[in-house]
Nanobody, 123 residues
């Protein structure tokens, strides 16, 4: 049973930084992709960033480029999302997800999800 646990969310002032972590267990993820999504109140869940376990190839939503960095620690089976320059519009519940194969920006493409971690950015 694949299990994902996010941590690192919290309250931060505009312009601040946070690092989210996603610990993954219950499988061998050699050919898997990992991603971070977010869902703001009243809005649909949206893709933020993705990474391939094998190659480390990354992909970012336009809103994340230049501010967020996704990385993975294969030995620890953990994926990180370093966020800087946070703005109030970044306020959302952030979810990590995993799937076999490549990165896909569509929510329905992802198989396993964590429970989410709240990020709140005050102005």
């Amino acid at each position: 049973q694949v299990h994902l646990v996010e941590s690192g969310g919290g309250l931060v002032q505009a312009g601040g930084s946070l690092r989210l972590s996603c610990a993954v267990s219950g499988g061998i993820f050699t050919n898997y992709a990992m991603a971070w999504f977010r869902q703001a109140p009243g809005k649909e869940r949206e893709f933020v960033a993705g990474i391939l376990w094998n190659s480390g190839y990354t992909s970012y939503a336009d809103s994340a480029k230049g501010r967020f960095n996704i990385s993975r620690d294969n030995a620890q089976n953990t994926v990180y999302l370093q966020m800087k320059g946070l703005q109030p519009e970044d306020t959302a519940v952030y979810y990590c997800a995993t799937k076999l194969g490549g990165i896909n920006i569509k929510v329905v493409a992802w198989t396993y999800w964590g429970q989410g971690t709240q990020v709140t950015v005050s102005s």
